[in-house]
C-alpha cells in the first residue's frame, strides 16, 4: 500500500527554520516526481514545491521562491523540504504527494493516497 509518513514540524518564530522530512513507500520512490503541498482552512490546498525523480527538475510555487529547498534521497525513499525565513503566512499542514504539481488547479480528491501531514505554524 501507497504510504507517506512526514516529519520535521512544530512552533517556530518568524524568520526561523524547519526542515521536513517525507518517508514513501509501497511504490517505487526513485522514479517517481514528487511534491510538497501545504492546507488551511482560509486558503484550502496548495502546492509549494515539485522534484522530478532524477532532482534535475525542480519548481516553486512564487510566495515561497528563495526561501524554501525540495531534495530528495532516492536511496532512503525520503523527501525533503527546507524551509528557510518563515512567515506567518507559511502556518499549514504540510504533506508529500506523488508526480509532479505544479499547478494551481490542484485538486486533493484526485490523488487517493495521503498521509497525516506535519504541523508549521509560524508565530511569535
Known amino acids: 500500500e501507497v504510504q507517506f509518513v512526514e516529519s520535521g514540524g512544530g512552533l517556530v518564530q518568524p524568520g526561523g527554520s524547519l526542515r521536513l522530512s517525507c518517508v514513501a513507500s509501497?511504490?517505487?520512490?526513485?522514479?517517481?516526481?514528487m511534491t510538497w503541498v501545504r492546507q488551511t482552512p482560509r486558503k484550502g490546498l496548495e502546492w509549494v514545491s515539485a522534484?522530478?525523480?532524477?532532482?534535475?527538475?525542480?519548481m516553486y510555487t512564487d510566495s515561497v521562491k528563495g526561501r524554501f529547498t525540495i531534495s530528495r534521497d532516492n536511496a532512503k525513499n525520503t523527501l525533503y523540504l527546507q524551509m528557510d525565513s518563515l512567515k506567518p503566512d507559511d502556518t499549514a499542514v504540510y504533506y508529500c504527494?506523488?508526480?509532479?504539481?505544479?499547478?494551481?488547479?490542484?485538486?486533493?480528491?484526485?490523488?487517493?493516497?495521503w498521509g497525516q501531514g506535519t504541523q508549521v505554524t509560524v508565530s511569535s
Open positions: 522534484i522530478n525523480s532524477a532532482s534535475d527538475f525542480i
Open positions: 509501497g511504490f517505487t520512490f526513485s522514479s517517481t516526481a
Open positions: 504527494q506523488k508526480g509532479f504539481i505544479a499547478t494551481e488547479d490542484f485538486k486533493g480528491a484526485n490523488y487517493a493516497h
